[in-house]
């Protein structure tokens, strides 16, 4: 199988790099994967990409990897895209979907896009590994590493959620608890890439992770019988998926491939206890400033400067959409929202995208009646710190005392 891979480009000024070499950045900034996608019209039409098996390889000629047999795998299948008609009730809209992501391998969609960066570390012959995480990206590359037998090294702040730590433990990366924010690990990771000899697979520092990231927007859109939803709803840490469903869509609509060449307003979402985005998109400014005191319990968003900040906002306001910031403090209650309404395991991550959703029905931005898709980033189960509830004892099983069993409380 051919690639149809040209060339690199830095996001930020257009110059051509090769890609036949591991690429970083340029001018500090990240790089997009360019192909000749007039090729993969010639080459494959939509209804045959449609029939393939269902996993995130079915696009393969709108992928980076030259070869089948470098694919480092670990079974990502499609994710399904849910209705979710009581949720949208309690804000009054009649068409909610939520493309559940938490099925994946390691529980989040982290897995799409360290898949196709392992894939392609693995191509190029690199062997040593390093990642600074707020928590689930780590666990992807320790498990994708292992598959691969890549040695992995996971830096990660010294309070991300326990089962993060263990999983990149258990799968064998050298794992590190940090004092501080993502920022500080990937200080370490850039100071230790001369002498340890690593490959840093910091998000958008090399240009893979976009790549595996863009299937989102690929397989919704195939979903949806090659439309758009009206507004998207996504939970913007380092913006990697929200720059990739972009991308997914403009090659999408350059193949001639959707029914509907409408595009969905984005929606970058975060919490009000690190906004940058937020910031600069209410300020006018292309570029987002550090956000000082980053706290969130949605780990996954609590990056207080992106490397591709400018590729976030660039995104969001060309689609006539929003970067909103919602109430931390009612995190936990939106998550429970999400999950008693649907029974769908909704990450805190997420949790914020339903807050946005509040926010923006009352304001009227979104109206009943829009398709409109939030993504569930990862597993609830993956944050027993934002699950942790004082569950009601039954102190004597021989006395029940059925009336406190009605009520939910103890005995
Ligand atoms: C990493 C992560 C995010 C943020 O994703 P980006 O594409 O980097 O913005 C959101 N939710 C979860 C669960 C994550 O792990």
Redesign the pocket.
């Given at each position: 199988m051919p690639s149809f891979v040209t060339h690199l480009e830095s996001a930020l000024d257009g110059t051509r790099l090769p890609a036949g070499v591991p690429q970083t950045l340029h001018k500090d900034r990240p790089l997009w994967v360019r192909y000749d996608l007039a090729a993969v019209k010639r080459a494959v039409s939509r209804d045959e990409i449609a029939a393939r098996e269902a996993t995130l390889w079915k696009y393969r000629e709108l992928l980076p990897y030259a070869d089948s047999k470098n694919v480092v795998s670990l079974g990502e299948t499609m994710t399904p895209l849910v209705a979710c008609p009581r949720l949208g009730a309690r804000f009054g809209l009649t068409n909610l979907w939520v493309k559940d992501e938490s099925r994946l391998p390691t529980g989040?969609?982290?897995s799409r896009?360290l898949a196709m960066a392992v894939t392609m570390a693995a191509q190029f012959g690199l062997r040593r590994l390093a990642i600074p995480t707020?928590?689930?990206?780590g666990g992807a590359l320790a498990a994708y590493a292992a598959r691969a037998g890549i040695e992995a090294f996971v830096f990660m702040p010294d309070d991300t959620p326990a089962i993060n730590q263990y999983e990149c433990h258990l799968a064998g990366a050298k794992t590190f608890l940090v004092p501080g924010l993502i920022t500080d690990c990937g200080r370490i990771v850039r100071e230790g890439r001369e002498r340890m000899g690593w490959f840093d697979v910091s998000?958008l520092k090399e240009p893979y992770r976009i790549e595996g990231?863009k299937t989102m927007g690929l397989e919704m859109a195939e979903q949806m019988n090659w439309r758009l939803p009206d507004v998207i709803l996504?939970?913007?840490?380092?913006?990697?998926?929200?720059?990739?469903m972009w991308k997914a869509f403009d090659e999408l609509v350059e193949l001639g491939w959707l029914n509907d060449t409408q595009r969905p307003r984005m929606v970058a979402v975060q919490s009000d206890g690190c906004a940058p985005i937020v910031r600069a998109f209410d300020g006018g400014q292309r570029f987002a400033e550090p956000f000082a005191g980053a706290a969130t319990i949605?780990?996954?968003?609590r990056?207080p400067a992106?490397v591709g900040d400018f590729m976030?906002l660039d995104a969001v306001r060309a689609s006539g959409g929003r970067a909103v910031a919602v109430e931390e403090a009612r995190l936990r209650e939106w998550m429970a929202l999400g999950v008693r309404s649907e029974g769908l395991a909704i990450?805190?991550?997420?949790a914020a995208c339903v807050g946005a959703l509040e926010k923006l029905a009352a304001e009227n931005w979104l109206k009943p009646d829009e398709h409109v898709v939030i993504f569930n980033?990862?597993a609830a189960q993956?944050y027993p710190e934002a699950m942790q509830a004082d569950l009601p004892r039954i102190s004597n099983p021989a006395n029940i005392d059925w009336d406190r069993i009605e009520q939910g409380q103890s005995s």
């Open positions: 989040s969609f982290k896009g707020a928590g689930n990206a998000t990231k996504y939970p913007t840490g380092g913006g990697t998926g929200l720059i990739g949605a780990s996954g968003i990056v992106a976030i990450c805190p991550e997420t980033t990862g993956k």
